[in-house]
């Protein structure tokens, strides 16, 4: 019997600032006003990554977001933005570490 196994599409939004001084608690309060189940996973000098839910896309969350990010870019002092979503390189290994975990256990 075969398997099946869903893997799902994760989106990373990624935040540049120009400078010192970005407003962490700012942008989160701002994202998390659109996208209530982002989460910050990674939070550099002058960057900070969330990670936003697979549906986020489909429920047509973007539109809006990117809407009041581009009207509220200078009050959070944001220099830049980008969205990825999870590569096929990155499934791939997934499915991989899956198998190997199960092949050793």
Same mark, same amino acid.
């Given at each position: 019997m075969m398997q099946v196994h869903l893997y ?5 939004? &990624? @935040? ?7 407003? #962490?608690?700012?942008? !989160?309060?701002?994202?998390? *006003? ?30 809006? &977001? @990117? ?7 200078? #009050?959070?002092?944001? !220099?830049?933005?980008?969205? *990825? ?21």
């Amino acid at each position: 019997m075969m398997q099946v196994h869903l893997y799902h599409v994760v989106y990373f939004l &990624l @935040f540049f600032f120009a400078g010192s001084g970005q407003l #962490e608690v700012a942008v !989160s309060l701002f994202l998390q *006003s659109h996208v209530p189940e982002a989460v910050l996973v990674e939070n550099l000098t002058s960057e900070l990554i969330y990670r936003l839910p697979d549906d986020t896309a489909s429920i047509g969350k973007f539109e809006q &977001l @990117f809407v009041d990010l581009d009207r509220r870019k200078s #009050e959070l002092r944001i !220099s830049g933005y980008g969205i *990825s979503n999870t590569s096929l390189e990155e499934v791939r290994l997934l499915v991989t570490n899956s198998q190997e975990i199960r092949c050793c256990v």
